[in-house]
C-alpha cells in the first residue's frame, strides 16, 4: 500500500509492506538519522515527532501515520542552521558516542514546545524513554537548560 | 606550570554537531546495492554436538543466496578477543563449529536478498543436537567429573582445558602466612559479581564490501580496527593486505567491540559471492551473542596492624570466563594488578585467579576490567577492617594507599598475560581527592550517624580506585601529520574514538604544539588503509597512547617547520622560535612567517617538500588515574530499594585535557556503574537460556534514575603523559558496587555479597540481620577530623 507523509515539511508518498513500522520505512527512504533497533520502544533512539509528539518508530505501524506529519532531527535544525537545543547539546558535552542525540533532542524539543520553561524533573521525564550509555544524561539535562536561554536569545 | 591555550579547555566536541543533526556517519548509515542480509541461528542448548545439519530447504528459500556452517567454512582456531598479537586469550573459537557451548553460540548463517528471506530462511536450518551434560555454575566448573567444554585437540593457550581452566594466575610478594600471623586484625570477606552488557545504544554492525581491485573492505562497529584486519585475516587464511577496515562513528562501544564477533562472517559471504554484506545484532543478540561482563566470585583476606597498617592482603578470584576464553587471563589478572598496588603498605600480598569455561555466555572486555569486580569486594573489605579497628574508613585509606615517588611488587609480578612492568607512581592526588569529596558528601556530619525518617533510613560510603594509562610496553599508537596551504594540517591517526571525544583531545593536542586553533586540524582516524597503526581503543589508552602518538607527530613537524623558518628567516638556530597564532616568530630577530607561507613555500616555491611526520608512541609507564568516590543513599527498610540521593566522583587524570569531555566519561562510567550496582543482572533458566536480553527486563539506568553527580577534577602534573594527562575513562565505574555497599553497611548495618544490589537481596539482608540482632544498627564510630 502507499502511505502519504509530510517528513520534515516535504510531501512523501512511499510504499510499504504489510506491517511494516516506521522506523524501517524511514531507513529505507534515507532518513539515517533515525536510528535505533529494539523494536519495544524501550530504548528511543529511533524517536521522531509524529504530529508533533514524540513516539518511538520502531513501534508504530507505517500505516497508521498515513497523512501524518513527521519530524525527524534534520527537521530541528541542520549542520548549517542548528537549532539553539543542538548547539546546546554539543556546547555543554551532550553528546558522546550521539547515536541516542537525536532521540533525546527530539523528546527535548517536544517538550519546550510546549513547556518554555520546564523543571529539572520535567526535564528528566522528557528523557527518560531515549536512554544513553555514554552521558549519565546530567550533561543531557544541562544542555536542555542552556538551550532555554539560547532561545531566548534568538527571540 | 606552563600556561597552555587549548590544553584543559573546553573546545566542542568535533563531531558532536554533525552527530546532533543526524548526519550519515555510523555503519548502518550508508546502504549499498545488491547488499546481502546476513542472520544467524543459535543454539538452543547450552551443551552439544551437532550431529547432523541439514540446510537444503534453507538453501532453496527464495532470495537465499548462501547457507554458513561449519561444514563450508574454514576451520582455522582463533581467538575473537580484539587483543595484540601474540593475544593473550586461548585460541579456542572457530567461526562455526560442529560443537556449541552455550546458548546463543553461533550455529549457521544465511545471507540473503533481504533480512526477511534471511529470517524465514534461518527457521528452515534443520539440526540434529546430541545434547552434553553442562556447567551452569562457575564454582562447578573444576569439579573432578565436570563435562569438559573445551575438548577440541587444536586448542591453544588455555592453562588446563581438561579441568576447565582457561586461565591460571599466582602470584606473591612477600610471605603471606607471617603476615597474617603477625597482623593484629583479620578480615575475610567474599563478594560475587554478576553477569552484564555493555548496552551500547548502536548494537553490533558490519558491512563488507569488495573495493575496485577485488579487496575486502570492512566497514565496522569496533574499537580494534587493526585487530579485525589481522585476526579476519587469520580466520580466513587470506592475507592481511586483502583487507581494508574502515571505522566510522561508533555508536558506544565500553569493551563490546574490542572484539572480531561479525566481521569475519561478513568478510567471508563478501569473498565468496563478490557482493556487499551487512549483519546487524538485534538487542536480544547483544545480550546473548556478543559479549558479557566476566562474573566473578572475589575473596579478599586483610590482615592490619592496631594503628590500621595492612601487613597482609591476599586475593582470590574465580572468574567465569563462559563458553571462550576471550580476554578471560588479562581481565582476572587486572583485578588484583589495578588493585592490590593501591594498597601497597602490605609488604605481604598474594593473588590467585582461576578463569573457567562455563556453557554460558562469553564474557569479555568491558570498561573497568576486572578492576570493577576486584574493588566491588577490596574496597568493601576495607571498610571492613575500619570498623573493627574502630577507625574512620578516610583514615585507614590514608594509612595505605600509595603515594607518588612509591611502587608496589604488583606492578611487576602481574602484567597483561605475562610479567609486568615496574611503576613509580609520579602523580597521585588520593588524599585531596578524599578530603574533597567527603567535604562534599558531608562526610564527618553523616558518616556512622545513619539518619532516619519513617522507613527510610539515609547512609554514606566511600570507595578509592586506579587504573592504568593504557598497557605498558605494548600498546603502540601512531599518527601523521601533514601540512596543507592554508596552514591548516590533516591528522590520520590510528586512534579510535567510540563516542569518547578522542579526535577532539587529538585536535587540542596538535594544537597546542603547532600554535594553531583546533579547528585548523582535519582529523581523520582508524582506517586500516590510511591511517598509521593502533592497537585501538581499549585499557584506557586514548589519551595516553594515541595522543602520546599525536604529540610525537606534532613535534616532529613542528621542527620541520622550524627548520624551513630558518631557512626563511636567514637565521641559525631554532632556539628561540615560537609557534603562535598561525606563526612562527623568532624572538631573537622578532622576525615571522605564517604557518600559510611556509606551507607554499615548501610545497611550491624552494627545496619542495611535504612538511609532514609519523610519530609513534609505546611508554614503559602506564601511570594510574586515582579517584575517590562518595555516594550517599536512602535504603527504604520497607521495600527494600535504594536510592542513590548524591554521588561524587572525586578523580585526579592529570592534566585534564578537555575538562567537558573529562566530566562525560567520568559521569558516563558512574551511571554504568550505578546500573552494575543496583539493577542490571542476566537471569537464566535451569538449562542456561538468558530470560531477559531487553531494555523491559534488564533495567539500565534511564534519566530519572540518576541522584545528583558532583565532579571534582583534581588536576596534577602526569610527567609520562601528552601534556601532563592520563586516562580517566574506566577508573569511573569500579566505584558505585563497594561506595553504596559501604553506604548500606553504614545506614542498616548489612552487607551484601552478591550484586546487583536488587530490593528482593537487601529485604533478605534486614531479616537476617534482625534474626542475629534486634533492630540494632551499626556501631558508631566518630569520623575523625583530619
Known amino acids: ?155 | 606550570m606552563k600556561e597552555f591555550k587549548y590544553i584543559g579547555k573546553n573546545t566542542d566536541k568535533r563531531d558532536a554537531l554533525s552527530l546532533a543533526t543526524g548526519q550519515p556517519m555510523f555503519v548502518d548509515d550508508i546502504s549499498l546495492p545488491n547488499m546481502l542480509q546476513v542472520k544467524f541461528l543459535y543454539s538452543t542448548y547450552a551443551h552439544a554436538i551437532i550431529e547432523d545439519i541439514d540446510t537444503t530447504e534453507a538453501e532453496n528459500y527464495p532470495g537465499v543466496k548462501m547457507v554458513l556452517t561449519y561444514k563450508n567454512t574454514p576451520h582455522i582456531i582463533h581467538t575473537t578477543a580484539g587483543q595484540g598479537w601474540p593475544e593473550p586469550s586461548p585460541y579456542d573459537t572457530y567461526m562455526f563449529n560442529k560443537k556449541v557451548r552455550f546458548v546463543g553460540d553461533r550455529v549457521a548463517a544465511v545471507a540473503a536478498e533481504t533480512e526477511e528471506e534471511a529470517a524465514e530462511a534461518i527457521k528452515l536450518i534443520k539440526v540434529k543436537y546430541r545434547v552434553l551434560p553442562a556447567v551452569l555454575d562457575m564454582k562447578d566448573a573444576m569439579k573432578e567429573g565436570a563435562p569438559i567444554i573445551h575438548d577440541e585437540e587444536e586448542i591453544k593457550g588455555a592453562y588446563d582445558p581438561k579441568h576447565n581452566l582457561a586461565a591460571h594466575i599466582f602470584v606473591k610478594a612477600g610471605d603471606i602466612e607471617k603476615g597474617f600471623k603477625e597482623s593484629d586484625v583479620i578480615v575475610e570477606e567474599t563478594f560475587e559479581t554478576q553477569y552484564a552488557q555493555h548496552c551500547p545504544i548502536e548494537p553490533h554492525i558490519t558491512i563488507t564490501y569488495l573495493d575496485e581491485y577485488g579487496r575486502i573492505v570492512i566497514r565496522t562497529s569496533t574499537q580494534v580496527p587493526f585487530h579485525v584486519r589481522r585476526i579476519v585475516a587469520q580466520a580466513l587464511n587470506i592475507p592481511v593486505q586483502k583487507i581494508r577496515v574502515i571505522k566510522p562513528r561508533i555508536g558506544g562501544g565500553f569493551g563490546t567491540k574490542q572484539e572480531i564477533i561479525l566481521e569475519e562472517v561478513c568478510a567471508y559471504i563478501t569473498m565468496k559471492t563478490g557482493r556487499p554484506a551487512r549483519a546487524l545484532f538485534s538487542r536480544e543478540e547483544e545480550f546473548i551473542s556478543s559479549r558479557t561482563r566476566h562474573p566473578m566470585q572475589v575473596n579478599v583476606k586483610i590482615g592490619a596492624k592496631k594503628d590500621g597498617t595492612f601487613n597482609a592482603i591476599k586475593m582470590y578470584v574465580l572468574s567465569n570466563t563462559g563458553a571462550y576464553g576471550t580476554h578471560g587471563l588479562t581481565v582476572a589478572s587486572n583485578a588484583g594488578s589495578k588493585t592490590l598496588p593501591l594498597y601497597n603498605k602490605a609488604p605481604n600480598v598474594e593473588f590467585t585467579a582461576d578463569v573457567v569455561y562455563t556453557n554460558l555466555p562469553v564474557s569479555g572486555a568491558y570498561r573497568g576490567y576486572g578492576a570493577t569486580q576486584g574493588y566491588a569486594a577490596l574496597e568493601q573489605a576495607v571498610d571492613e577492617v575500619a570498623y573493627k579497628l574502630k577507625m574512620d574508613p578516610l583514615k585507614i585509606r590514608k594509612k595505605n594507599h600509595i603515594r607518588s615517588g612509591e611502587t608496589s611488587p604488583i606492578f611487576r609480578a602481574l602484567g597483561e598475560g605475562r610479567e609486568g612492568v615496574t611503576q613509580y607512581i609520579q602523580s597521585c592526588a588520593l588524599d585531596e581527592l578524599i578530603d574533597k569529596g567527603a567535604k562534599e558528601i558531608g562526610w564527618f556530619d553523616k558518616f556512622g550517624k545513619p539518619k532516619r525518617k519513617g522507613n527510610k533510613v539515609r547512609g554514606v560510603g566511600m570507595s578509592i580506585h586506579m587504573q592504568g594509562s593504557g598497557i605498558p610496553l605494548i600498546d603502540m599508537g601512531a599518527a601523521t601529520l601533514k601540512m596543507n596551504e592554508d596552514g591548516s594540517f590533516n591528522l590520520t591517526y590510528g586512534g579510535t574514538d567510540l563516542g569518547t571525544g578522542l579526535d577532539t583531545v587529538a585536535a587540542q593536542i596538535v594544537a597546542e604544539t603547532l600554535g594553531i586553533k583546533p579547528e585548523q586540524v582535519i582529523v581523520y582516524a582508524s582506517d586500516t588503509d590510511l591511517t598509521p597503526f593502533d592497537v585501538g581503543a581499549y585499557a584506557s589508552s586514548g589519551t595516553f597512547v594515541s595522543g602520546g602518538a599525536v604529540l610525537n607527530a606534532a613535534m616532529k613537524v613542528r621542527e620541520q617547520i622550524f627548520d624551513v623558518a630558518k631557512e626563511m628567516f636567514g637565521e641559525f638556530d631554532t632556539k628561540n622560535f615560537v609557534l603562535e597564532n598561525g606563526k612562527v616568530i623568532s624572538k631573537a630577530t622578532g622576525k615571522s612567517v605564517t604557518l600559510s607561507e611556509i606551507a607554499y613555500h615548501t610545497l611550491y616555491v624552494k627545496n619542495q617538500h611535504q612538511i609532514a611526520a609519523t610519530g609513534s608512541f609505546v611508554s614503559p609507564y602506564s601511570p594510574p588515574p586515582f579517584a575517590a568516590h562518595f555516594v550517599e543513599i536512602e535504603v527504604d527498610e520497607e521495600t527494600g530499594i535504594i536510592t542513590p540521593i548524591k554521588y561524587v566522583a572525586a578523580v585526579d587524570c592529570g592534566v585534564p585535557i578537555n575538562p567537558e569531555l573529562v566530566r562525560g566519561q567520568i559521569i558516563g562510567a558512574i551511571v554504568n556503574g550505578l546500573g552494575y550496582a543496583l539493577t542490571e543482572e542476566y537471569k537464566f533458566t535451569d538449562s542456561g537460556r538468558m530470560v531477559n536480553p531487553n531494555f523491559m527486563e534488564y533495567k539500565i539506568p534511564s534519566a530519572r534514575d540518576i541522584p545528583e553527580i558532583v565532579t571534582i577534577i583534581n588536576e596534577t602534573y602526569e610527567p609520562t603523559g601528552p601534556y601532563g594527562a592520563k586516562s580517566v575513562a574506566e577508573i569511573n565505574i569500579n566505584g558505585p558496587i563497594p561506595a553504596i555497599g559501604n553506604a548500606l553497611y553504614n545506614a542498616l548495618g548489612i552487607r551484601l555479597h552478591q550484586t546487583p544490589y536488587t530490593p528482593e537481596r537487601v529485604l533478605e539482608a534486614i531479616e537476617a540481620k534482625k534474626l542475629l540482632d534486634k533492630g540494632k544498627v551499626s556501631e558508631p564510630i566518630d569520623p575523625e577530623q583530619e
Open chain 1, 1 to 155: 500500500m502507499k502511505v502519504h507523509y509530510t517528513i520534515n515539511g516535504e510531501k512523501k508518498i512511499f510504499e510499504i509492506k504489510p506491517g511494516e513500522v516506521l522506523l524501517d520505512v524511514l531507513r529505507r527512504n534515507g532518513y539515517s538519522e533515525v536510528k535505533g533497533n529494539c523494536y519495544m520502544g524501550t530504548c528511543g533512539a529511533c524517536t521522531v515527532l509524529i504530529d508533533g509528539v514524540p513516539h518511538t518508530s520502531c513501534t508504530i505501524l507505517a500505516a497508521k501515520v498515513d497523512n501524518k506529519s513527521i519530524t525527524t532531527i534534520k527537521g530541528v535544525g541542520t549542520l548549517q542552521h542548528p537549532h539553539p537545543l543542538q548547539k546546546a547539546f554539543v556546547e555543554k558535552g551532550a553528546v558522546q558516542c550521539g547515536f541516542c542525540t537525536p532521540g533525546a533532542i527530539l523528546s527535548a524539543y517536544a517538550l519546550l514546545k510546549e513547556n518554555p520553561n520546564p523543571t529539572d524533573e520535567e526535564i528528566k521525564k522528557a528523557l527518560d524513554g531515549n536512554v544513553c550509555r555514554c552521558t549519565g544524561y546530567v550533561q543531557q539535562v544541562e544542555a536542555v537548560k542552556f538551550s532555554i536561554k539560547l532561545l531566548k536569545e534568538e527571540k
